[in-house]
């Protein structure tokens, strides 16, 4: 195997990581803000192990960070290049289905744009 050959691999790989649904929708809850595993349980709708399968195959995958602190476990978008790709995809995927229905905003809700942060005024 050359050296382009595992460079496709790897970023296949990273690909794959996203390429469930579950795993979108876990995108989708955190690229803003941490959560705990309970508050992305809800959301989503899914059972604990369910989730926390996912979870952990995003955390060791590098796109997903965590901390824990006591006895929940947080997680917080830890790649924000593929935060913008998601959000990319998701921009493109709604201006196609725009043709069909008015779901824009909506997905564009899938992955919002961090709120910028004010800057403070010069005296």
Request: some cysteine.
């Amino acid at each position: 195997m050359d050296k382009l050959d595992h460079a496709f691999d790897a970023v296949a790989a990273y690909f794959r990581v996203m390429s469930e649904q579950t795993r979108l929708r876990i995108m989708h809850a955190v690229c803003e803000v941490e959560k705990p595993v309970s508050q992305i349980v809800e959301e989503l709708g899914a059972t604990q192990t369910n989730i926390s399968r996912h979870l952990n195959l995003m955390h060791r995958s590098g796109v997903l960070a965590r901390r824990k602190q006591g006895h929940q476990v947080y997680y917080r978008a830890a790649d924000p290049e593929m935060v913008e790709i998601c959000r990319r995809v998701c921009n493109r995927i709604a201006a196609q289905l725009d043709q069909e229905k008015p779901l824009r905003g909506d997905l564009l809700r899938l992955m919002p744009r961090p709120k910028r942060r004010k800057r403070a005024a010069r005296g």
